[in-house]
């Protein structure tokens, strides 16, 4: 079947090439809403907490700490201050003592039944302390009346020495000692070769022997 053309075929002809004209509202058109500031604005990302502050200590405690720590300082520095003063005392007394033992060990082993007391005497001027009485005693009632009944005359010599300990007013030193004695008893002359170890020790009048020991 053929499609019915419209019934007024000029309407259409003249309505295709029209173009329709809607008047504006009495009020006017209204403008679009704006958009919202929230819907257009990113809404900042919840910020991590602020770090809390350190805890502080009170000015009164920081004081203090701060004096102990230079406290601390100043005990270091004396101690190692004093540390280095005794050390170099120590080294000082151990030439200091070598030489006094070398000087009084001939004088202290040797006499002569010819002048005892002189000998005598000038040895206990290079002692002190207790040994220089047990020496007074011992030559008095021993070595002096046995040297006078035999003649009796001993020379030592110091071969070597070395110090075996030293501290600032006292050192221990090592000697090798020749001693050539001669007397009625002995044909000729005997020579000893013997190890004393001497005890010096610092005095008012200078380095002193205060002990003798023979090894």
Same mark, same amino acid.
């Given at each position: #079947? ?30 679009p809403p704006?958009p /919202? ?9 919840? /910020? ?49 003592? !070598? ?6 060990a ?33 030559? #008095?009632?021993?070595v002096?009346?046995?040297?006078? #009944?035999?003649?009796? =005359? =001993? ?6 020495? /070395?110090?075996v300990?030293?501290a600032?007013?006292?050192a @221990?030193? !090592?000697?090798?000692?020749?001693? =050539?004695?001669?007397?009625?008893? @002995?044909?000729?002359?005997? !020579?000893? !070769? ?13 380095? #002193?022997? /205060? ?5």
């Amino acid at each position: #079947k053929r499609a019915q053309r419209p019934a007024h075929p000029e309407h259409d002809e003249q309505d295709a090439g029209r173009t329709l004209l809607i008047e504006a509202p009495a009020g006017g058109w209204e403008d679009p809403p704006e958009p /919202s500031p929230r819907s257009t604005q990113k809404e900042p990302e919840e /910020s991590a907490p602020a770090p809390r502050p350190g805890r502080r200590l009170p000015t009164a405690v920081l004081t203090a700490v701060l004096c102990v720590v230079l406290v601390a300082g100043l005990v270091a520095v004396a101690v190692l201050g004093w540390q280095d003063r005794e050390g170099r005392r120590a080294e000082q007394a151990r030439g200091e003592a !070598l030489a006094a033992a070398r000087r009084a060990a001939p004088i202290v082993l040797s006499y002569d039944y010819r002048h005892l007391d002189r000998d005598f005497t000038r040895a206990r001027a290079c002692l002190t302390g207790a040994f220089r009485d047990q020496y007074l005693k011992t030559t #008095k009632t021993v070595v002096g009346p046995t040297a006078a #009944k035999y003649h009796g =005359v =001993v020379k030592a010599t110091v071969a070597t020495a /070395s110090v075996v300990s030293a501290a600032p007013d006292r050192a @221990v030193v !090592l000697l090798f000692v020749n001693q =050539v004695t001669q007397s009625t008893q @002995v044909s000729g002359s005997r !020579l000893d !070769l013997n190890r004393v170890r001497m005890t010096i020790t610092r005095t008012s009048a200078g380095w #002193k022997v /205060s002990a003798v020991d023979a090894l």
